[in-house]
């Protein structure tokens, strides 16, 4: 992996933001696609489809092989008031590795 897209992609996976790895089985070659990046052709198609589903995987595009490696930012819960529901909730929440923010306008 080009030590440059390694260091992208960290950076939008630091800033919970998504991404996609997209590599040239062909050459071998990487880049990294940010959402809201424009891709022309039947390769963003691919790029804009792998951003709704989150699904990794091969597609031919433009005559080449291209693997989509999805990153996208894992979901959290937010959870509006802190009652009784919520103290149960949490730490379940926690424990199936969701983070959790508990908002509670008193």
């Known amino acids: 992996m080009d ?3 390694l260091k992208m992609l960290n950076a939008e996976r630091r800033a919970r933001r998504a991404a996609i790895l997209v590599t040239d089985v062909g050459d071998g070659r990487d880049r990294v696609v ?3 990046d424009n891709v022309a052709g039947d390769l963003g198609v691919a790029i804009a489809k792998a951003f709704r589903s989150g699904i990794s995987g091969s597609v031919e595009a433009e005559g080449r092989t291209f693997f989509l490696n999805a990153h996208l930012p ?4 937010v959870v509006i008031g802190a009652v009784h529901i919520s103290q149960a909730l949490a730490p379940m929440a926690r424990i199936a590795g969701y983070p959790v923010e508990i908002i509670d306008p008193r």
């Open 74 to 77: 894992r979901p959290r819960l």
């Open 34 to 36: 940010r959402e809201g």
């Open 3 to 5: 030590p440059y897209a």
